[in-house]
């Protein structure tokens, strides 16, 4: 059992904890959740004895074994092979090893009593280290990283030689091979890809003991964890159950909370007015020096702290665009003409379309997504983009890419020189940023603004594509769903990365795999996806990496180049059918929006009956105007992919 007591934590004047009663119960498996720096990682450190309190304590049971997995990865840099990695994972070990070693370096010189006190110490050194598993460690390590993965002639592989979720797989069987009471996780699918986490969420399934798991990954806490703890705004919160037990508590004790304050409030401001309006009443004296106690004895009600982000992100209706949005003819990259990244890709993406990118970590998702956003071109075959589609990109080093001391404001208005500053204000209102907010420098914004302010960027000049490079990474729960409800109701297309696998549930409709064999595409969500590659026998369409010989050949080629420029010719009048389509649409709107003005004015020399029939007019032709126009942009779509 662990226990914090009246803990209180001070970093500078800032209050991180205060007056924190907590008890972890043998067993039980509890997900601690709340805003980026409530102080989540505080607890872990009071556990370990990193962390001292202001006061307090931290009580942890006597020859309790503590398993840390850090939320950053051990040094990349670091030429420990993997297992010596995994054996340091039981310091003690370590220490009896050295303290062993001197004794029997200082028995070749000692004698008579002190001779025999050194061979009692060693003889107790070497029961507590054969206790602690010393004798066995090293093959339990090598047991522990294969049944983790890793294959048996890597053990001795430096540790900079294994990728980011490898090197947390390696950190998690160090933290096992200790056999611990307790495992703290902090943040465990930060470096991991979506087959990682199915992974992870399996074998931490099974695991015994007490766990304690810092995540944002609802996947992770809804299958995992069956206590929840909140922190945030220096309290700690113990709920009952697991998250969504906790989210319906949490809302529920908000409005217990508010509905007593209320009550308070109107009960302290009728005592209020009766002192006032009696106080100089002789008569009514000692009824307001009744009253005056009762309102000195109302305490104020300890609401919970409010945690939800309540700003929005609305994403602005994307611009009309052809029904293909991108494709790729035989597509590849390499960076040395010898090793492949990607090779052989043959797909579109059609409006509409919500795609997820799936797939191990450097199988090339990210490369692809930067080839489809023009961030990048192919070595062999060719992008084409789809009439009028306009390209939103994020990648994942967005935060890098806004200067730390340039303000919400400027960051916006530098990516259109044409939209005015009441523009850039509305743009940013859209995103949650009002008022003072937008005078923020942008290095002082959490996750969730951050991604806002993303965003805001993005659709100063609105796209019809997005395409997202792991956009949760920087997010809280809350942060998420927001991002969520905000794609839900985006109109246009959307193809991402993301290791969130209930984002991805959420959002994608179809998912494209990536893996050794190349690019596999289902026909359905993560649910179906699943289903389909347990099967073995999925129902998609393929395209898989050729090497140098096995690709389409020079002969291929040419017959694609001249069946181009047959397109090409068989293009042109659609392509001005469409323009001319447009500029009426264009030139309707511009006259209803006018007579809607003249509407308003309501002045006497307006004919309303002669308004609104023009307006009926309009209306009809618009509509008669658009199924003309997605007819001629179908048509075009069926000249081109000829």
């Known amino acids: 059992m662990l226990e914090f007591q009246d803990i209180s934590i001070h970093f500078g004047s800032q209050e991180v904890l205060r007056n924190v009663q907590l008890r972890i119960n043998p067993g039980e498996h509890v997900g601690i959740v709340g805003p980026n720096g409530a102080g989540k990682s505080t607890l872990f450190g009071l556990i370990t004895g990193e962390i001292s309190p202001y006061r307090g304590k931290c009580v942890v049971p006597n020859g309790h074994r503590i398993g840390y997995v850090r939320q950053h990865l051990p040094d990349a840099a670091s030429q420990t092979p993997l297992v010596d990695f995994a054996c340091e994972g039981v310091p003690e070990l370590l220490k009896i090893e050295q303290r062993i070693h001197k004794i029997e370096h200082d028995l070749h010189e000692a004698a008579g009593e002190e001779r025999e006190r050194l061979l009692r110490r060693l003889g107790k050194l070497q029961s507590d280290f054969e206790h602690l598993g010393g004798y066995n460690i090293r093959s339990r390590a090598e047991a522990t990283l294969c049944g983790l993965g890793f294959r048996a002639e890597a053990l001795h592989n430096p540790l900079q030689s294994f990728s980011g979720g490898w090197r947390m797989r390696a950190e998690l069987a160090r933290a096992l091979v200790g056999h611990p009471d307790t495992l703290l996780l902090d943040e465990p699918s930060n ?17 015994q003991g007490t766990l304690m798991l810092i995540s944002h990954d609802r996947y992770l806490l809804k299958s995992l964890t069956n206590i929840t703890i909140e922190v945030a705004g220096g309290l700690v919160t113990r709920y009952p ?86 494709r790729l003819e ?78 919400v404001f400027d960051i916006v208005a530098a990516q259109s020189a044409e939209a005015s500053s009441g523009d850039v204000r509305s743009i940013l209102g859209g995103f949650g940023f009002v008022g003072d907010a937008v005078s923020k420098p942008s290095g002082v914004l959490s996750g969730g603004e951050r991604i806002r302010l993303a965003f805001a960027r993005l659709f100063v000049n609105p796209p019809n594509v997005l395409l997202l490079d792991e956009p949760t990474t920087h997010l809280d729960i809350d942060g998420r769903e927001t991002l969520e409800k905000a794609l839900d109701d985006y109109a246009g297309t959307v193809c991402f990365v993301s290791h969130d696998i209930d984002f991805v549930r959420r959002i994608a409709t179809r998912i494209v795999a990536l893996d050794e064999t190349g690019v596999t595409r289902y026909a359905g969500g993560y649910d179906y996806y699943l289903e389909k590659r347990n099967e073995g026998s999925p129902n998609t369409t393929s395209a898989r990496n050729n090497d140098a010989t096995g690709g389409r050949g020079k002969e291929n080629r040419r017959e694609r180049a001249e069946q181009r420029k047959q397109r090409t010719k068989a293009t042109r009048g659609l392509k001005r059918q469409l323009a001319a389509t447009e500029a009426e649409v264009d030139a309707l709107e511009q006259e209803r929006n006018t007579l809607a003005e003249n509407l308003a004015q309501r002045a006497d020399a307006v004919d309303f009956a002669e308004i609104n029939k023009r307006l009926q007019e309009i209306h009809s032709s618009l509509d008669r105007l658009t199924r003309q126009w997605e007819r001629i942009a179908y048509e075009l779509e069926d000249v081109e992919s000829q």
């Open 330 to 407: 035989n597509a590849g990259l390499t960076y040395d003409a010898n090793h492949w990244v990607l090779r052989g890709l043959d797909f579109r993406i059609e409006r509409g379309d919500r795609i997820a990118l799936v797939g191990y970590n450097g199988m090339g998702k990210t490369t692809l997504l930067r080839i489809m956003a023009g961030q990048r071109e192919p070595s062999e075959g060719r992008v084409v983009l789809g009439h009028k589609v306009k390209i939103g990109y994020q990648s994942q080093e967005f935060a890098e890419t806004m200067s730390p001391e340039r303000s």
């Open 241 to 326: 159950g697991g998250l969504a037990f906790y989210a319906e508590e949490r809302e529920r004790r908000h409005r217990t909370f508010a509905a007593a304050t209320r009550n308070q409030d109107r009960k302290r401001e009728q005592l209020e007015r009766f002192i006032t309006r009696f106080r100089a009443t002789s008569t009514k004296a000692a009824q307001v020096q009744s009253r005056i106690k009762e309102l000195e004895k109302l305490e104020a009600i300890d609401s919970p702290i409010v945690t939800r982000n309540t700003a929005s992100i609305r994403i602005a209706k994307p611009p009309h665009c052809g029904a293909e949005i991108l």
């Open 191 to 207: 470096y991991l890809d979506v087959p990682a986490v199915e992974w992870l969420q399996r074998f931490l399934r099974e695991f």
